[in-house]
């Protein structure tokens, strides 16, 4: 089992609420990625960093944001949480010396009523 | 962008069997990784296998790489029903530390 943890597992709130979702590793690692991920879906990457105070977006356009203020700690927040939001939510780190091999959280599955 | 794409999409097999599943990519690559992804859960790292490399074994787990043909195989030998979950290929292109992964293969082992 890999060292990096997410919370909350499961969320459903309001639409138009502010939401953070958690993820930190004791890996050391300094690269961290968000992804996003529909059901039975591929995975899109939707934020990442490559070290504190590096943050980058990813491929597919999201509405959220990141911070990487810690190495062990990359947060993502949705200001106003929208149906459209829904979906699960993966984090995931890696160390350069490990030729990429990602290390992923358990997700956060979150719902937007 | 998701440049891997696995085939076929679903398979069904029976505990005891092999499950094949197969990758292709588009672009050079450095190194392609294979990971497991339970329902409901984040996902494993399963095996990597370099591009210079042509085939790699962990356990019941058989990785070959065809970098002439930009695909990649998956064998899992003697399935049991802990194996039933989705299998994804994800490819390192050469100077981007950025994973591409495929869109997955669901395996269902029946016990």
């Known amino acids: 089992e890999a060292d990096i943890y997410q919370t909350p597992r499961y969320l459903v709130i309001g639409t138009g609420k502010k939401i953070t979702l958690e993820c930190s590793q004791t890996?050391?690692?300094?690269?961290m990625y968000w992804y996003q991920q529909d059901p039975g879906m591929e995975l899109h990457l939707i934020h990442y960093s490559y070290g504190v105070n590096s943050t980058e977006k990813g491929d597919l356009s999201s509405e959220s944001t990141v911070s990487r203020i810690r190495t062990e700690h990359f947060p993502l927040t949705l200001e106003s949480a929208r149906p459209s939001h829904t979906s699960q939510y993966l984090c995931?780190?890696?160390?350069?010396?490990?030729?990429?091999?990602?290390?992923f959280g358990p997700g956060t599955r979150l719902t937007v009523l | 962008s998701q440049q891997g794409e696995e085939d076929p999409q679903a398979l069904s097999i029976q505990e005891g069997e092999n499950a094949t599943m197969n990758c292709s990519y588009k672009?050079?690559?450095?190194?392609l990784q294979w990971y497991r992804q339970n329902s409901g859960r984040g996902l494993v790292h399963l095996i990597l296998i370099r591009s210079n490399e042509r085939e790699k074994h962990s356990g019941r787990l058989r990785v070959t790489l065809d970098t002439s043909k930009k695909s990649s195989s998956l064998l899992i030998t003697a399935s049991r029903a802990a194996d039933t979950a989705s299998y994804f290929c994800?490819?390192?292109?050469?100077?981007?530390?950025?994973?591409?992964f495929g869109k997955g293969n669901q395996v269902v082992v029946i016990p």
């Open positions: 672009t050079s690559i450095n190194n």
């Open positions: 890996m050391g690692h300094d690269k």
């Open positions: 995931a780190s890696s160390d350069a010396g490990q030729a990429d091999t990602q290390y």
């Open positions: 994800a490819t390192a292109p050469g100077g981007n530390n950025r994973l591409a």
